[in-house]
């Protein structure tokens, strides 16, 4: 199985809400990520960044939260063209694992109309909550006539033990982690926004925007220990890991 980790968009935020001694008005960047997995009985994306036209008007589909998080960069760093420069149309992902439906993770999930996607249950729950908008949560992100799995704490997505959901709540409720068995890398733990910045997890830092802060310490713990044991993390938004990672073609295996 071979691992290949995609080009979702670049963001702008004040880095006060990862950081929190930061100044007020200091800026951070930050890489939004997709990973592909090409199983042998099928392709698996674990997360579909954003929507290909926030880089040219954000606010049409995000509305204010556009203003907290603003795209930049590139016009073509979104995952449709990631994934059509490795040969592969929307229509060849198989599944879609979502770490959760926060606009940077799910934007392109419109596009994979072939793909059956599944969400931690405590994640669609949440989206579809009273005041949900408020969470960042926006039905266009997320919500498609595709067949979507709700499911819980360990499911193994192609059912052979080499790709298996872990509940890792704390940023949201549902948050989902995907840990992988690679046959020459090993473990690979891909975290989503349970650790946005690698200093977070070092540090034991709660970003502004947790939703439940007490939930996401034990979940940096639960990393930790996996991490212990030989495992890769890849975090949700970490540009000095992003910059040394392999990317598109460059796969791991
Ligand atoms: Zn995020």
Same mark, same amino acid.
């Given at each position: ?9 670049? %963001? ?5 809400? $990862? ?19 090409? #199983? ?8 579909? @960044? ?7 008007? &954000? ?14 960069? &590139? #016009? ?12 592969? !149309? ?14 940077? #993770? ?18 669609? &729950? ?22 979507? +799995? ?10 052979? @033990? ?5 509940? %890792?709540?704390? #940023? ?5 982690? %995907? +840990? !992988? ?7 690979? +733990? ?25 939930? %996401?310490?034990?979940? $940096? ?33």
């Amino acid at each position: 199985m071979k691992m290949h980790v995609l080009d979702g968009g670049r %963001l702008r935020m004040r880095r006060r809400i $990862y950081v929190p001694d930061a100044d007020k008005t200091e800026p951070i960047e930050l890489p939004v990520i997709a990973i592909l997995f090409r #199983h042998p009985d099928g392709n698996v994306l674990y997360d579909t @960044g954003c929507h290909p036209s926030v880089s040219e008007d &954000a606010e049409a589909r995000w509305g204010k939260l556009a203003g907290v998080m603003t795209p930049i960069g &590139a #016009h073509t760093a979104n995952v449709i063209d990631n994934l059509a420069a490795l040969d592969l !149309a929307p229509g060849d992902i198989d599944v879609v694992v979502n770490s959760h439906f926060h606009p940077d #993770h799910c934007g392109c999930n419109e596009f994979f109309t072939e793909a059956r996607f599944v969400v931690h249950e405590a994640e669609l &729950a949440a989206a579809r909550a009273e005041g949900a908008a408020a969470q960042g949560y926006m039905p266009q992100e997320w919500d498609h006539p595709m067949p979507m +799995l709700t499911v819980g704490e360990g499911h193994d997505v192609m059912g052979d @033990g080499r790709l298996t959901c872990l509940h %890792l709540p704390g #940023h949201t409720p549902g948050l989902m982690g %995907l +840990l !992988a068995e690679l046959e020459q890398t090993g473990k690979v +733990l891909c975290v989503s926004d349970a650790v946005s910045l690698r200093r977070n997890l070092d540090h034991d830092e709660v970003p502004r925007n947790a939703d439940d802060p007490e939930a %996401l310490l034990a979940s $940096y713990a639960r990393i930790r220990a996996i991490e212990a044991e030989g495992a890769m993390v890849i975090c949700g938004h970490d540009d000095a890991q992003w910059q040394g990672l392999s990317k598109g073609a460059d796969a791991y295996e």
